[in-house]
T-cell receptor, first 114, second 111 residues
């Protein structure tokens, strides 16, 4: 079993839809949770970063962490064609000293149709 | 803006060739990383470096080596390329632990 599971999609939604992207994980030591966005033919870029449980909002994006269920989500409101990309979750434990301990999900490919 | 530049966008090599992938960052970051990205497997860490001439193995170092002679440059070396090393290779750098800055990647095909 992988430490981090992410539905690969592909996921297609109409413009304006609310999108929910999810990851589950098995390592209860994970404390830091991230979402990276990767456009086609580009490297990933950090989109959202949260520590421990709770929600974090940034514009149309909301990151949610439920540590009791070992489940994290990224919600995109009013989705736009420019949101079409692959979204990767990443996480690490509190005792990990560097980004070498980041564990990535395999990514969900999202297409927002105009 | 931070820029991480990978020398080649696409590379085609033959089995057994020695392959060099170059990465340069312009933000004076101490930490640099090499990942490979394969469908369904996500990003897997090959090697990372936290200082000049310092390196540590990641999760899948077999068949690879690295060189960091200058702070801004981190090279990945495939000593004898094999077909199972066909992949997208991503270089990244960071000063802060979570915010990795990635290059655009090198798609390597080994025939």
């Amino acid at each position: 079993q992988k430490e981090v599971e992410q539905d690969p999609g592909p996921l297609s939604v109409p413009e304006g839809a609310i999108v929910s992207l999810n990851c589950t994980y098995s390592n209860s030591a994970f404390q830091y949770f991230m979402w990276y966005r990767q456009y086609s033919r580009k490297g990933p870029e950090l989109l959202m970063y949260t520590y421990s449980s709770g929600n974090k909002e940034d514009g149309r994006f909301t990151a949610q962490v439920d540590k009791s269920s070992k489940y994290i989500s990224l919600f995109i409101r009013d989705s736009q064609p420019s949101d079409s990309a692959t979204y990767l979750c990443a996480m690490r434990g509190i005792s990990s000293g560097s980004a070498r301990q980041l564990t990535f999900g395999s990514g969900t490919q999202l297409t927002v149709l105009p | 803006d931070v820029k991480v530049t990978q020398s080649s966008r696409y590379l085609v090599k033959r089995t057994g060739e020695k392959v060099f992938l170059e990465c340069v960052q312009d933000m004076d970051h101490e930490n640099m990383f090499w990942y490979r990205q394969d469908p369904g497997l996500g990003l897997r860490l090959i090697y990372f470096s936290y200082d000049v001439k310092m390196k540590e193995k990641g999760d899948i170092p077999e068949g690879y080596s690295v060189s960091r002679e200058k702070k801004e440059r981190f090279s990945l070396i495939l000593e004898s390329a094999s077909t199972n090393q066909t992949s997208m290779y991503l270089c990244a750098s960071t000063k802060v632990q979570e915010k990795l800055f990635f290059g655009s990647g090198t798609q390597l095909s080994v025939l």
